[in-house]
């Protein structure tokens, strides 16, 4: 019984240690007006900076360039081969 | 419930009410400016977003630890929110529930986009001040509240959201739970948990160092 109540002691206390030390680290702290004000122009008139949808999609553009110019390399390979084929053919 | 709005929010957002009531459109409740603003009003949007801005603003702030990047988060999080407005279904929760769920998903992309969290350094970072204190006391950045800090960031997200609203927010309880969809006594046994957890966290780090 006593160890029980010894053992809630201690973590009441460590609870009580880590919220003065919480408190004392998470405030509420004030965002930067310029931010708040520009943000709140934006929202008010509809307007979304380009570079937040870009942002997110960028890479999506990337891969699809990528994609594209991978496809245009493989078709061209394949183009060139067959008309060496067809020359060697003439040829022969 | 909300008749007709007829003047924009810069001007006042006077708003006439079904019951003849006059009254602006700052001093109405969530439930009756989201009414306004998931039919398309923005200023309506403006006044849920002048509401909230500065807590959404600190929650990413901690979840982040940079003021940057808590910027472009917050930006985000009321982006989408304009976005999906319309979709918006009053479940009886919070509006702030709502808001902090766009956030948390946000905040799960950023940290899943960036495999090593980078720190940016003190030079570049706008300085930020504690709410209700004067400008000229900056947030302190002492390496004890640095340490706790990055403590809290390696909790598991759930509990870092509790401890912000606990603490940053100086929500009950009671309002934690409706925030977060949990009853009360699951917040209150939450909350003993992760601070005796980060207890003992502290602990090993001043152990090793």
């Not at chain 1, 122009?41 to 949808?53: E, S």
């Not at chain 2, 003021?67 to 304009?82: I, K, Q």
């Not at chain 2, 990055?150 to 739970?177: C, D, T, W, Y």
């Amino acid at each position: 019984m006593g160890m029980g109540k010894r053992y809630v002691d201690i973590s009441l206390a460590k609870i009580s240690s880590m919220e003065n030390r919480l408190s004392g680290t998470l405030k509420p702290v004030m965002p930067r007006k310029e931010f708040v004000n520009r943000l709140g122009q934006h929202i008010q008139t509809g307007y979304r900076p380009t570079f937040v949808n870009n942002v997110t999609n960028w890479h999506i553009y990337a891969l699809l360039v990528a994609g594209m110019v991978s496809i245009a390399v493989f078709l061209a390979m394949i183009v060139r081969g067959l008309l060496e084929n067809t020359n060697r053919e003439r040829t022969a | 419930m909300i008749y007709f709005k007829h003047q924009p929010l810069k001007s006042g957002g006077i708003v006439l009410l079904a019951s003849g009531k006059v009254c602006k459109l700052l001093e109405l409740e969530d439930r009756e400016i989201l009414v306004l603003a998931s039919q398309g009003d923005q200023d309506a949007f403006g006044a849920l977003y002048e509401r909230y801005v500065e807590r959404i603003f600190n929650y990413v702030y901690y979840r982040t630890g940079n003021v940057h990047d808590a910027e472009d988060l917050t930006a985000r999080v009321f982006y989408r929110a304009l976005h999906h407005i319309q979709n918006y279904i009053d479940r009886g929760v919070p509006f702030s529930a709502w808001l902090y769920r766009i956030a948390h998903n946000l905040i799960a992309n950023w940290h899943r986009d960036r495999s090593r969290h980078q720190e940016i350094p003190l030079d570049d970072a706008p300085t930020l001040h504690y709410k209700g204190e004067p400008p000229e006391v900056a947030l302190m950045q002492g390496q004890d509240r640095d340490a706790l800090l990055r403590l809290i960031r390696h909790l598991p997200s759930e509990r870092q959201h509790l401890l912000i609203l606990k603490f940053v927010e100086q929500m009950s309880n009671a309002e934690i739970g409706q925030t977060m969809g949990r009853s009360e006594g699951a917040v209150k046994s939450l909350y003993h948990r992760t601070l005796l957890a980060l207890r003992d966290d502290l602990e090993g780090v001043n152990l090793e160092e």
